[in-house]
């Protein structure tokens, strides 16, 4: 099981980029990583996702360090919409099918 | 909007009630998911259905019973819940199950049970 771990809360200011970390030390080498977000009381929203290579598309980046081991999600500039709580995700694979596990993520605060 | 949309949004309901959460995608996919978000807990999956079949049951109680008649329509039965099952309950469809593809989430139903 590729386990994530992220920091519980961050904050940003407005306009600012904001630099979500995530680790995921124990990933196999063919397991992508996913980014999600949370916008209060609604369904988790897909942000952007990788494998190897850094990865962009118009809502964020995805930064994977050469390991692999662990990855940043960055928001080049943050607004206030962009309060969130952030996840990290590795999807599991049982029998051949896979799943995610949702952890507690990272709540980011966007601040004006 | 995701495509993927749940109905009500909110339910209120008695232990001795029957209901049923009604969850539709508009977007070909053949995979669908049932999670269950509770207070300051992090999501749970539930159910999962690929191609109408149930590929996975995460030791959901019976009084959950869910339902797939074809792959773009999801209900959840709901009977003799418990004040514990409040939640927010969430829907969600990707393209299949064998590859790691992005899932698409509903609004969610809003559930509380008195």
């Known amino acids: 099981d590729a386990k994530t771990t992220q920091p519980t809360s961050m904050d940003c200011a407005e306009g600012r980029a904001a630099n979500l970390p995530c680790n995921h030390s124990?990933?196999?080498?063919?397991?992508?990583v996913y980014w999600y977000r949370q916008i209060h009381s609604q369904g988790p929203q897909y942000i952007i996702h990788?494998?190897?290579n850094n990865e962009t598309n118009e809502m964020a980046s995805l930064i994977i360090t050469e390991d692999r081991k662990s990855s940043t999600l960055i928001l080049p500039h943050a607004t206030l919409r962009d309060t969130a709580v952030y996840y990290c995700?590795?999807?599991?694979?049982?029998?051949?099918?896979?799943?995610?596990?949702f952890g507690t993520g990272t709540r980011l605060k966007v601040l004006a | 909007e995701t495509g993927v949309t749940q109905t009500p949004r909110h339910l209120v309901m008695g232990m001795t009630n029957k209901k049923s959460l009604k969850c539709e995608q508009h977007?070909?996919?053949?995979?669908m998911y049932w999670y269950k978000q509770s207070a300051k807990k992090p999501l749970e999956l539930m159910f999962v259905?690929?191609?109408?079949?149930?590929?996975e049951n995460n030791s959901v109680p019976s009084r959950f019973s869910p339902e797939c008649p074809n792959s773009s329509h999801l209900f959840l039965h709901l009977h003799t819940l418990q004040p514990e099952d409040s939640a927010l309950y969430l829907c969600?469809?990707?393209?299949?199950?064998?590859?790691?593809?992005?899932?698409?989430f509903g609004p969610g139903t809003r559930l509380t049970v008195t």
């Open positions: 969600a469809s990707s393209q299949e199950r064998w590859q790691t593809y992005e899932q698409y």
């Open positions: 124990t990933i196999s080498g063919n397991e992508y």
């Open positions: 990788g494998l190897k």
């Open positions: 995700i590795v999807p599991r694979t049982t029998s051949g099918t896979y799943k995610y596990i």
């Open positions: 977007l070909g996919h053949n995979a």
């Open positions: 259905y690929n191609f109408k079949e149930q590929t």
